[in-house]
């Protein structure tokens, strides 16, 4: 239980164009969304939080107006990265908390991994 | 802001050595702290946990310590194999109003045969 699917796997583009990846919590409702981003052999970094039907929440540093996120649902949160270059290839992750009930922990999805061309 | 530092960066150790990652944390508030295996191109995988109401908490040949006073965690494989092999986080909670996970840098971990 407690299963996060995140689509697409893998994806190439060219760069200028915008790509979209999505997160379905597909057994429970997920009203916050986390967003990481990792490159090669380095770790997690947090890229901003989604919250259902409100505004997300941008860490330090990360472009709020090219990665667009979109939190319309309690099971669904969507990250676009807009105008893509080469430096926002990378391994981008979504992940949402879990209730109590559901062992209180963090839940990840699959990851997709961008290369922009 | 939250921040999490992990060392080593790199550990190779002996088939049935035992291998020890030490983490550190700045958030007085944190009081979960889980750590996680990631394989290459995978999602990180929930190996241990444990909670600021415990001191240490042991899963077979997995144990996590915690000193809460020194803000710091450690991860404890005995008996390594082969398979154990790959990059091993620790995180922190941050105990904003998001509750969001603070990874630390990470180890990758060599269990040579």
């Known amino acids: 239980g407690a299963v996060v699917s995140q689509h697409p796997s893998r994806v190439i583009c060219k760069s200028g164009t915008s790509v979209k990846i999505e997160c379905r919590s597909l057994?429970?409702?997920?009203?916050?969304m986390f967003w990481y981003r990792q490159f090669p052999k380095q770790s997690l970094m947090l890229m901003a939080t989604?919250?259902?039907?409100?505004?997300?929440?941008?860490e330090q540093g990360v472009e709020k107006d090219k990665f667009l996120i979109n939190h319309a649902s309690l099971t669904l949160s969507t990250l676009t990265v807009t105008s893509a270059h080469p430096e926002d290839s990378s391994f981008y992750i979504c992940?949402?908390?879990?209730?109590?009930?559901?062992?209180?922990?963090?839940?990840f999805g699959s990851g997709t991994r961008l290369t922009v061309v | 802001g939250e921040n999490v530092e992990q060392h080593p960066s790199t550990l190779s150790v002996q088939e049935g050595d035992s291998a020890v990652i030490k983490c550190t944390y700045s958030?007085?508030?944190?009081?979960?702290f889980p750590w996680y295996k990631q394989e290459l191109g995978k999602r990180p995988q929930l190996i241990i946990d444990?909670?600021?109401?415990?001191g240490e908490k042991k899963d077979q040949r997995i144990a996590v310590t915690l000193n809460k006073t020194a803000k710091h965690f450690s991860l404890h494989i005995t008996e390594t194999q082969p398979e154990d092999s790959a990059v091993y986080f620790c995180?922190?909670?941050?105990?904003?109003?998001?509750?969001?996970?603070?990874f630390g840098s990470g180890t990758r971990l060599l269990v040579r045969p």
């Open positions: 992940s949402a908390r879990l209730s109590r009930d559901r062992g209180d922990g963090y839940t």
């Open positions: 057994d429970f409702q997920a009203t916050t």
């Open positions: 989604s919250n259902e039907g409100s505004k997300a929440t941008y």
């Open positions: 958030d007085s508030a944190s009081n979960y």
């Open positions: 444990i909670r600021s109401n415990v």
């Open positions: 995180a922190a909670l941050w105990m904003d109003s998001s509750y969001k996970l603070i």
